[in-house]
């Protein structure tokens, strides 16, 4: 059974700002007064007004008031998963810096499709948002030319390029990797293999795979032979693609992962083959999400500073917003946790 | 150093479908089957026009398409928290459900505020939402009442109530909860615990909390002698909830958690004070989040079947949006997990 709704509302009865005065029975200026500085109006009167916002379901006027001042105070994100905690602790964060400056957030997931992400650009930017963050360089560079068309200012995170011009917080995600990687070599490892999201389309798991390259080649490891799976980050994957990476000749003793939910999956997988970590093999990570403290044992991975890339972000965002100027991008530190999954090699 | 941008678009030179018509050398006509089914033009012309919407910085008009149609192909969803995985694999199948019928998702959160989530709904809907998922029941009623005003559907979702008539599609959270606490006590335990999140403004949390009790007097156990921690849903305050609940005397043989992310903090400080779980005292969730069956010991909880809930409240969503009916409420089943973590009392 379905009840019936009443039909739509029509076009000519939105209702605006002076039919809200009208059935308040107060000006045009006090029900604005009311929306925007509500402490400047007294309790009976605010009551009034915004009964009668309520009843006739006004909300301020995006065809008058955005396009016209082009300022919605919305801000909008478009990250590719929001099914599993590498973004949360980022975008929480982000979220709240917003927040404190009257920003609100609204945010798209593109399940780490290109053309989704690029439809969700333009649809945040058809629903006015002030400015965008994006997650890495890599898309389609008629996007930037578009926002900046429209003037709307774009800010990437979770990735640093020292020569782009695009405005960017983030780390170098090779040289971050490469760094656990030269770790991962001191221990002794010299047999490795490498389960990483798909490249192509990810500048960010491209980028750690090349640091794994750089630092073997470094360590006068053959890279051409190691073994590297691509595959989508979930547990799920992650344990298929470790079974696989172990049937490997010679088996590998370490084995990076692209991130800590293909880690974890890693661990998982080897628990259910009977493999000991780290003594029959190492498993590495990167993110530092709160699951990698707790899992059995231990991940050692990259630890982003998630929190204060996001709160840093919405700063720069803002200014980019209000202030009509280009930030200079910030490169921050990432540093190795080292815990019990990464150890020597069996000799 | 800042760059300065250049000046904002004045909002006379907002490009219209006309202006990308006339820069494309086509007709309005074309370039609105570019938009809208790009499969029914040429390469070379939708290539000329795709440049010209780039260029421009054409987007589909929200002043002009939205208001007359009021039909965006935007559906938007305030959760409260996208910080840890309670809602993401929801949402998750939510967006790609909604994908599959060319709607675009954008998402609020609302770090469990109230105040928070009222902005969120007015703003969503200022920025055309066709349609809203909103978490639970208890809101301001006027917030439903300013939705209906503006033809703004909503549905309820991760929460079910015979008597309501906002429609909906989730769980009794009590009656689930309520199953749990029956197994808990037919394994023995008469001295239990409950660490909730705050059950001011939470019908879930107050809801889960009433399942415990319900139980517990089935078996005739004293309720009011129940220590119950309040606290926000994070792994910390689970620790620290768990801590300060086992100083209780008498100490509790099984502790309720509101959600697996307070039962791995459960867990986790369990670990730290020396006790053994299940033997020392058992520890339980809910949600099924996939923590749960990776933690050590793996988690007892209420698996929450959140994939089947986001699909299914698309579908109800998408029509009551393009065929404005409103659906009948569906109430999902949940079903228990039983896991290592839950045991007979010590005797």
Request: aromatic residues 4%.
């Amino acid at each position: 059974m379905t009840r019936e709704r009443s039909p739509l509302t029509p076009e000519s009865s939105v209702p605006t700002l002076a039919d809200v005065a009208r059935r308040a029975n107060v000006s045009t200026a006090t029900v604005s007064r009311c929306l925007n500085s509500p402490d400047q109006v007294i309790e009976r009167t605010r009551n009034r007004v915004m009964d009668a916002v309520n009843e006739l379901g006004y909300a301020p006027n995006f065809s008058a008031r955005a396009l016209a001042a082009r300022h919605t105070n919305t801000i909008g994100a478009v990250i590719p998963t929001m099914d599993n905690a590498i973004f949360a602790r980022g975008i929480q964060a982000f979220q709240e810096e917003l927040g404190r400056h009257g920003f609100t957030l609204l945010v798209a997931s593109s399940s780490y499709k290109e053309a989704l992400e690029e439809e969700q650009i333009r649809t945040l930017a058809a629903r006015g948002a002030d400015g965008l963050l994006l997650i890495g360089y890599h898309r389609n560079p008629a996007l930037h030319e578009f926002l900046r068309a429209r003037s709307v200012p774009a800010l990437v995170a979770w990735a640093y390029e020292v020569d782009s011009d695009i405005p960017a917080i983030g780390f170098s995600n090779r040289n971050a990797m490469a760094d656990l990687a030269r770790l991962v070599f001191e221990k002794g490892h010299r047999d490795i293999g490498m389960i990483s999201a798909d490249t192509k389309g990810n500048d960010r798991a491209r980028d750690r795979l090349a640091g794994v390259r750089l630092a073997a080649r470094e360590a006068a490891i053959d890279v051409d032979r190691m073994p590297v799976i691509e595959t989508t980050y979930s547990i799920e994957s992650g344990m298929q693609a470790f079974r696989q990476i172990m049937g490997w000749t010679p088996r590998p003793t370490a084995v990076f992962c692209g991130n800590d939910v293909l880690a974890i999956g890693a661990l998982k997988a080897a628990k259910e083959m009977g493999l000991s970590v780290p003594e029959d093999v190492s498993i590495t990570g990167f993110d530092d999400i709160e699951i990698a403290s707790l899992a059995e044992p231990a991940l050692t991975t990259v630890h982003v500073p998630h929190r204060e890339m996001g709160r840093r972000a919405a700063g720069m965002l803002i200014d980019m917003v209000t202030k009509r100027t280009v930030p200079e991008s910030v490169e921050l530190q990432t540093d190795i946790r080292l815990r019990r999954s990464l150890g020597p090699p069996k000799t």
